[in-house]
């Protein structure tokens, strides 16, 4: 444990390094990557605590090379956005801290065959983000993860979670003033790409309800 710390240290000291080096004149950029990797690394500790460590590691790596075949599709369309259906999905009917991690580890293993960066981290977050409130707003709740609600769930999880977090970072790497007025005038003309990458993701919400939340549903009954 002791051995793996001190490697989780080395490798975040590095990472500054190289992001200083890269981004020295946008000290926010470094700051906020920073603490995406922060907070990636505080939720995979979660895994330490989980119950059935098996099926729900084996559980997560399906979901999660789904997700990524699906986020790959990206090549052939010019919607990124269409993986975040199953992740919506797959945490409805998960934990919350599950759900972070799905959304977190489809994101790192696509970005294998799609391109690694420093933007990785932030995608990490926000599509993490995304599954870590599904869960919290439907798993265990009043509310049924029936397709209406995770319709309204997912315009606000689009709208105020995943676009937000990714535009600025686009922002911060592309600025070279940072200010309210620049980033409000940033967000507003990402608007129009937001929309369509809302309109053309929504039907995999629907195509995918069915296969993902029942199957869930039944290997959780079996093997639970």
Request: positive net charge.
């Amino acid at each position: 444990m002791k051995i793996m710390k001190r490697f989780i240290l080395i490798l975040i000291v590095s990472l500054f390094v190289y992001l200083f080096n890269m981004c020295s004149n946008n000290i926010l950029l470094v700051i906020g990557t920073l603490s995406c990797v922060f907070i990636i690394l505080y939720k995979i500790d979660k895994l330490n605590h989980l119950h059935n460590k098996t099926f729900e590691l084996t559980q997560i790596a399906f979901l999660a090379s789904l997700s990524t075949i699906i986020r790959c599709f990206r090549k052939i369309s010019p919607n990124p956005s269409c993986f975040l259906p199953i992740i919506i999905l797959a945490s409805s009917v998960m934990d919350k801290n599950y759900g972070f991690i799905l959304g977190s580890f489809s994101i790192f293993i696509s970005n294998i065959f799609l391109g690694q960066g420093v933007w990785t981290p932030w995608q990490m977050v926000a599509a993490g983000t995304v599954g870590y409130m599904s869960g919290f707003t439907f798993y265990n709740r009043k509310i049924s993860p029936a397709p209406i609600y995770l319709t309204v769930f997912y315009l606000i999880c689009i709208i105020l979670i995943y676009c937000p977090i990714m535009n600025l970072f686009s922002f911060l790497l592309i600025a070279k003033d940072t200010n309210m007025k620049g980033v409000c005038t940033y967000f507003l003309s990402c608007l129009v790409v937001d929309t369509i990458n809302l309109v053309g993701s929504l039907p995999f919400l629907y195509i995918l309800y069915n296969p993902v939340v029942n199957t869930i549903r039944k290997t959780t009954k079996i093997y639970k």
